[in-house]
Every structure is written in structure tokens, then in C-alpha cells.
T-cell receptor
Framework: AQSVSQHNHHVILSEAASLELGCNYS??????LFWYVQYPGQHLQLLLK??????LVKGIKGFEAEFIKSKFSFNLRKPSVQWSDTAEYFC????????????FGTGTQLKVEL | KAGVTQTPRYLIKTRGQQVTLSCSPI?????VSWYQQTPGQGLQFLFE???????NKGNFPGRFSGRQFSNSRSEMNVSTLELGDSALYLC?????????????FGPGTRLTVT
């Protein structure tokens, strides 16, 4: 069975600090990888996705993620966070050819302080 | 373009009752997926419909069912409600033009079972 682990449940950073959120997955096949974000009071929205090719993918709002196949990881990074990045971040995976069934991690609540 | 809409937004039901939730996907999207979000279990996949056919199913009991209509609108039904069914139920739709298929989430229906 596929699973996703997000090891950081709560992260507190000051503005301008760098961010890295960990994501590891377990899946017996080729995967697509996603990071979703849920801002307070808003819908889940896609930050970025990895399908194939360059393992370093860039998303919206200055976020990027690196797929390291040997480590089954897809960590999210941002060089300098802003107060408006305060949100919950979810890593998700689905198997190629498996439709749209997403397996989500438990989420990381990020709080950015001024 | 209108986003994914879900009705009702809030619902309070009593144990043993049944409930039907509705989801209208973004115009042109034929895939609709449902997720349950709870503080304890996080985001869990319920099922996915594509062109009126169930394409994927999660690990939920048979009390949870769904369907999709010819206009891609979808409903999910929960019979014999239990206290543990209290959750935010999210619907997501996908266009499926170029993989990996981005899913667009609705605001959710907050179900409270008393």
C-alpha cells in the first residue's frame, strides 16, 4: 500500500528564513508527486507537481521541490518565507496510470512570524 | 471560470441518519474525486468517478457510496451515520488533458454527526 510521511507537523519560522519541509513516500511503482497548500479559510490548491524529467520542479509563489528517487523523497523548499506563507502544506502521491487517487501526508502546519 | 462547488457547506445530522452531499465540478472536467479530511486521519481518498463510472475506490465501508451524472456532477451518500463520520468532505475535479492531472478542490462540506 502506498503511504506518505511528513515528519514536520508544526514549523514556526521568522520572515525571511529559509524553509524545507520533508516528504517521503512508499509506493511500489512509478509515481507522480504533488505539494498542495491550504491557506487559512481557503481551498486546497496545488503548489507544484512532478511527473518526469528534471527532478527539481518550481511552483507558484517561489516554492520548489526536489525529487530524489533513491531516497523516495520530495522535499519542499523556499529560500525566504513571508508571513503570507502561513498555511498547512500537504505532500501527495499517486501511481502513474492509477487515475486521480491521491494519497496525502498528514500535513505540516507552517506559521511565519513577523 | 467557476470553481468546484459543493453543497451544502455545513450539515448537522444525527447518528443513524443518512446524508447526501453534492459536488459540481469545473465546467468540462469529467473526473470527480472525493476525500474525507479529519484531524486524526488527515486527508483520505474515498472514491473517484470518471464519465459516470467509478474508477477508484478507497478503503471505506460500504456505507459510503457515490455516483456521477451525465453532466459530471457527483453525489456521495453516507448511510447509517456514525459519530466518526464527522469530517470535512472535499470534492476535487480534474480535466485530464496532460498528466499529471491537476485536481482542483472545492471548499468542502463540513458534516457534524451528533
Amino acid at each position: 500500500a502506498q503511504s506518505v510521511s511528513q515528519h514536520n507537523h508544526h514549523v514556526i519560522l521568522s520572515e525571511a528564513a529559509s524553509l524545507e519541509l520533508g516528504c517521503n513516500y512508499s509506493y511500489g511503482g512509478t509515481v507522480n508527486l504533488f505539494w498542495y497548500v491550504q491557506y487559512p479559510g481557503q481551498h486546497l490548491q496545488l503548489l507544484l507537481k512532478y511527473f518526469s524529467g528534471d527532478p527539481l520542479v518550481k511552483g507558484i509563489k517561489g516554492f520548489e521541490a526536489e525529487f530524489i528517487k533513491s531516497k523516495f523523497s520530495f522535499n519542499l523548499r523556499k529560500p525566504s518565507v513571508q508571513w503570507s506563507d502561513t498555511a498547512e502544506y500537504f505532500c501527495a502521491v499517486n501511481g502513474k496510470g492509477g487515475g486521480n487517487k491521491l494519497t496525502f501526508g498528514t500535513g505540516t502546519q507552517l506559521k511565519v512570524e513577523l | 471560470k467557476a470553481g468546484v462547488t459543493q453543497t451544502p457547506r455545513y450539515l448537522i445530522k444525527t447518528r443513524g441518519q443518512q446524508v447526501t452531499l453534492s459536488c459540481s465540478p469545473i465546467s468540462g472536467h469529467r473526473s470527480v474525486s472525493w476525500y474525507q479530511q479529519t484531524p486524526g486521519q488527515g486527508l483520505q481518498f474515498l472514491f473517484e468517478y470518471f464519465s459516470e463510472t467509478q474508477r477508484n475506490k478507497g478503503n471505506f465501508p460500504g456505507r459510503f457510496s457515490g455516483r456521477q451524472f451525465s453532466n459530471s456532477r457527483s453525489e456521495m451518500n453516507v448511510s447509517t451515520l456514525e459519530l466518526g463520520d464527522s469530517a470535512l468532505y472535499l470534492c476535487a475535479s480534474s480535466l485530464e488533458v496532460q498528466a499529471p492531472y491537476e485536481q482542483y478542490f472545492g471548499p468542502g462540506t463540513r458534516l457534524t454527526v451528533t
